[in-house]
């Protein structure tokens, strides 16, 4: 009993020595364990893995109210877009004949819905997709960003926008009762920092 | 009894050893943001752009008002510095370190192809520093021409995708078109029929987290060929994550050997 302890022993005594040097060779940046990284992409998966048709159902649900009363709800796919470098907002305050800009502070680029429809609904398609709901660019590098110092201009930031379409269905024991057409934009992983010219 | 005891002792002294990397011996605690790049720029212009100084603040390292003078090694004498901006940077993503951004003024003394990927910096009392960048290639080359044939301000200065280079020029007369953009040492698009002035093409990092471009354009105008060039891109700069940081200290030591 004593020698299967003693072999016992010896076999742990090897493995504690060669377990942290298989796991720095498969991490390859053992010095950096303890570091921790924040990443970019605020909630959701991006880019779009898009598998389905035109006309299929993004995202559907099925309630009660009461006993006798089943209710349906369901987002059709209308079709969707890839838009590009879409304005998010301004990073300097008042039109000026700049030569040059510093950017030294993060952005973010937030999803929307179209005006008019459910929030609660368009957030529901979102998820569905695995379309993030915002995306954060954060300073770490440094920039120095010439302007034409000729025109007027701001610094500006942009992104890359995904848009899906969707016709959005109520029915109350197979009775319809609400229907719009809408859409949702969320942020891609491409944004941009411009200078815009007046 | 005392042979386990001594197994025990064994396995607790050994422990450590196993733990133990030689790579993190070496590596060094300030390094510049490892970027590969394209600059291209006519001859006696005067162009700024930036570096990025990772420090860690219980290392040695650089202090910013101890630097003297900044010089690209082996090509000093071609691709000028003529001042430089070092300004601490509030980092959002703090990975352990400070940094300083290192705006470098450049100015461009005569014609040609000049390859560098390694900064000299010298300090007030004398001694001097290598300190690895990445691959740059400048392409200095004619002046444009007095009448702009291009307008390249409106072209985006930074992006997050590290894998492609956005371009968004704008023809200044109907009967011109774009007949080339170098946008990589070793890559340019041509068509004789003219280029699309926006669009986005895939670039050849090499590894490295950050690319710079400052494209050459040649626009073909009553068939007279005209040299124009881009503002300057950093393609990856938005998105930097820990393991581009990692990847810069990794890529400053194997330089440095």
Redesign the interface.
């Known amino acids: 009993m ?1 020698k299967l ?2 072999i016992l ?2 076999f ?2 090897i493995f ?6 298989f796991a ?1 060779e498969s991490k390859k ?4 364990e ?5 990443s ?1 992409d605020d909630e959701g998966i991006s880019p779009v893995f898009r598998t389905m048709a035109i006309g299929s159902t993004l995202w559907s649900y099925t309630w009660y109210a009461g006993s006798d009363l089943r209710i349906d709800e369901k987002a059709i796919d209308t079709g969707s877009a890839n838009l590009s ?1 879409v304005f998010v907002k301004y990073l300097t305050g008042s039109w000026a004949k700049a030569s ?1 800009y510093t ?4 952005n973010t680029a937030s999803w929307s819905v179209s005006s008019g429809a459910d929030v609660t609904v368009a957030d529901s398609v979102r998820i569905s997709l695995g379309l993030s709901k915002s995306r954060t ?12 110092a000729s ?1 007027f201009s701001k610094l500006g930031f ?1 992104s890359d926008y995904f848009q899906q379409n969707y016709h959005y269905e109520m029915r109350a024991n197979g009775t319809l009762t609400n229907s719009y057409n809408a859409f949702i934009k969320t942020p891609t ?9 007046q | 009894m005392k ?2 005891i001594f ?2 002792l ?2 607790f002294l ?2 450590p ?3 133990c ?1 030689k ?2 011996e070496s ?1 060094p605690n300030d390094f510049f ?1 490892w970027m590969n790049g394209y600059i291209a720029a006519p001859v006696n212009s005067i ?6 100084y990772y420090y860690d603040i219980n290392s040695k390292h650089l202090i910013k008002d101890n630097i003297s003078r900044i010089s690209w090694f082996g090509i000093e004498d071609k691709i000028y510095i003529t001042d430089f901006y070092i300004d601490e ?8 370190y400070d ?5 470098l003024k450049l100015s461009f003394p005569a014609e040609g192809i000049y390859h560098c990927n390694s900064l000299r910096i010298e300090l007030t009392d004398g001694s001097d520093f290598i300190y690895p960048l990445g691959d740059l290639n400048f392409d200095i080359d004619l002046p444009e021409p007095v009448n702009p044939v291009i307008d390249t ?9 590290s894998q ?1 280079f ?1 371009y ?1 020029y704008k023809l200044l007369n109907d009967d011109s078109k774009i007949y080339m953009i170098k946008y990589d040492f070793n890559n340019q698009i041509v068509n004789e029929n003219g280029i699309n002035p926006y669009n986005t093409v895939d670039i050849n990092m090499n590894g490295s987290p ?1 690319f710079y471009c400052k494209s050459k354009i040649v626009v073909e105008k009553n068939g007279n060929r005209l040299l124009s060039y881009g ?2 891109s ?1 393609c990856g ?7 581009d ?2 990847q810069s200290r990794s890529h400053a030591r194997i330089i440095q050997q």
């Open positions: 004593r302890f003693s022993l010896v742990l005594t504690s020595i060669s377990v942290p040097t720095a940046r053992p010095e950096d303890y570091r921790t990284f924040v970019t470098r040059s950017w030294s502070s993060s660019t954060t300073y770490s590098v440094a920039i120095t960003i010439p302007a034409n025109y942009a992983a491409n944004t941009y920092l411009v200078v815009y010219y | 042979r386990i197994i025990l064994s396995a050994l422990l050893l196993g733990s990397s790579n993190n590596l943001i162009h700024t752009f930036s570096l990025t940077m509030d980092l959002e993503n703090y990975w352990g940094a300083y951004s290192v705006a301000w409106g072209s985006p200065v930074a992006s997050s995708n492609e956005v968004d950050v503002q300057g950093y700069a938005l998105d930097l994550s820990g393991d940081v990692v």
